[in-house]
């Protein structure tokens, strides 16, 4: 019998790695999976779907591959367990959360509220366009953390929220692919096996395309096609408000290089051209991102960066309103360029432009000053110019005086200077008497309050990159890293977190790892003794509150396994195997 052929769209990257995990058990089932949300997700399933039996996919994303493509898709469930993993991170972040998410989530968490008696803030929406507003009344109501999915992570972060997504364990997973093995073998004759080459264009210097109005390809010149570049064409035109005879520009990568993509609707047909852009850009020293204050696609944007933890988030949003130049001053890894990135997004402007200045050549740095072709000549543009402290007084009152009198072109300015020790800014230099709003980003040191909640956002990030559900740190294991100086700030807070996860194979980060790696890094100074615990289920792993849980469900259900199954989101098997294993 020939393999069941199973597509998998997964709307982030760790699910991705789940499924691939999960996939690996089965010896007679083949599996290719893709990164794609919502629509992107079905552009991709529907150039896919010829090829397969049948998809898994979760969420909103499985909800639209349903209506959109011929092939049955199952949806990954989520299970109680998966929203208890959540919320045993969620307890580590010192601030008021919330559990936002249609009943496929929320239900689940009433479940947990119940089972283990503790109160919950879970609110149920049932169209996607609530997430805004109630994440605005919670933001009111002083709510720090917000727990839900992938929307509605995305939406958290653009009102300057943390979040934490839900993510699906194996168990979910599991029973996804075995309902689809079932469904795929007893629905659908096995479809002969066909190879498929990913045809990927090189990159061409110019490109025309028309589409009708249903978004379907009519005319095409400058290459051959590439269904890869098509379906972003596509999914940029459906984000677009196109009114007749009205032309939009912007700019994005393809194939590694920049090109400005030009649109316009003239009689039920829409146009692009991509020419490329010359803009005499340095190689090394300077980068362009068409940011356009649209939201970032990668999980650590979405979940809200660290450096955001704490009173920076306000002081960013206060001085975002100001058109002078802004002054970002701190120690290496404070998240000066993340900061720049926050205040580009508030200003709204086209593009965002990176100049290192302590990189850049005499020859460089003439052209972006005395060229009739220098980017500063782009306008409503933000540049961002870093590493001022490197620059002579002379070069350094260049720069400012050109800020100074560049009005005309509506662009926003912000400069970055990475203090240390024995690098404060003179009294002479230039920046004493320069009229600009001032950022003073602390070092870990001077904002240790901030330690934790900024952990227990790494601790998503990290479980999101490498499949893993550790809840947290037991407390001497915080308590050690609090204590810590950290010379190189967030940059050694992520890359400690890293490696401990790598070597981590419990829920909980111990003491004793903490310490190898802090050793690792350097000298380990004295530490205090840690605090004590308060929760009834802090000293328990996630494996044994999980039986804890199940155990409380039979009990309500009067012993029913079928009953607690459904409850809980899982399948039957998995109940038995909880019950099974000697905890």
Known sequence: MNKIRVLGIAPFEYLLLTMKQIASKFEDLYFEGFVGDLYEGVALAKEKEEDFDIII??????????????????????????????????????EKYAIIGFSNITKPAHTIAELLGIDLDIITINDQNEVGDVIRNLKKNNFDLI????????????????????????????????????IARYSYELKEKIDFHSKFQKALEYYTFIFNKNYELVFQSGGKNSPTLLNHLILNLKSRHLQEN?????????????????????????????????????????????????????????????????????????????????????????????TARMLHRKFKNKR???????????????????????????????????????LSNKNLNLVLDYI?????????????????????????????????????????????????????????????????????????????????????????????????????????????????????????????????????????SLKEITHEIVKEALKKNDGNQTKTAKELKISRSTLWRILRDDL
């Open 352 to 390: 965002l432009w990176k100049i290192n200045v302590g990189e850049l050549s005499p020859e460089e740095f003439d052209i972006l000053f005395f060229s009739d072709q220098s980017i500063f000549l782009d306008s409503n543009s933000t540049f961002y110019i870093s590493h001022i402290e490197l």
């Open 246 to 338: 009205n032309k939009q520009i912007s700019y994005e990568k393809y194939y590694g290089k920049l090109y400005e993509v030009e649109c316009i609707l003239k009689n039920s047909f829409i146009y692009i051209s991509l020419k490329p852009v010359n803009t005499n850009i340095p190689s090394r020293s300077i980068t362009l991102t068409n940011d356009n204050g649209e939201k970032e696609n990668s999980f650590e944007e979405l979940i809200n960066s660290s450096y955001l933890v704490g009173n920076n988030k306000n002081i960013v949003t206060m001085l975002s309103r100001s058109k002078k130049p802004i002054l970002l001053i701190g120690e290496v890894g404070t998240g000066k360029e993340k």
């Open 57 to 94: 996919s979760r969420g909103g994303t499985a909800q639209l591959l349903r209506k959109e493509v011929n092939i049955p898709t199952i949806e990954i469930e989520v299970s109680v367990f998966d929203i208890l993993h959540a919320i045993k991170l969620a307890e580590n972040f010192r």
């Open 404 to 540: 100074t009198h560049s009005q005309p072109f509506n662009n926003n300015w912000i400069l970055s200077y990475t203090k240390n020790l024995n690098n404060q800014p003179k009294k002479n230099s230039p920046l004493q008497t320069f009229d600009c709003n001032i950022i003073n980003l602390y070092s870990l040191r001077e904002r240790k309050q901030d330690i934790g909640p900024i952990i227990s956002i790494y601790i998503n990030s990290l479980n999101y990159k490498y499949g893993k559900q550790i809840i947290g740190l037991e407390p001497s294991a915080l308590q050690i890293l609090i204590e810590y100086d950290w010379p190189q700030n967030l940059l050694q807070l992520k890359r400690v977190l890293e490696e401990l996860f790598v070597i981590t194979k419990t829920s909980y980060i111990n003491q004793k790892s903490v310490r190898m790696v802090l050793e690792n890094e350097g000298a380990l100074s004295s530490i205090t003794s840690p605090a004590q615990n308060t929760s009834r289920y802090d000293n328990l």
């Open 147 to 182: 727990i839900g999915d992938q929307i509605t992570s995305r939406i958290a972060a653009e009102y300057e929220l943390n979040s934490i997504l839900i993510l699906s364990g194996e168990e979910s997973t599991m029973d996804a692919f075995n309902n689809a093995i079932v």
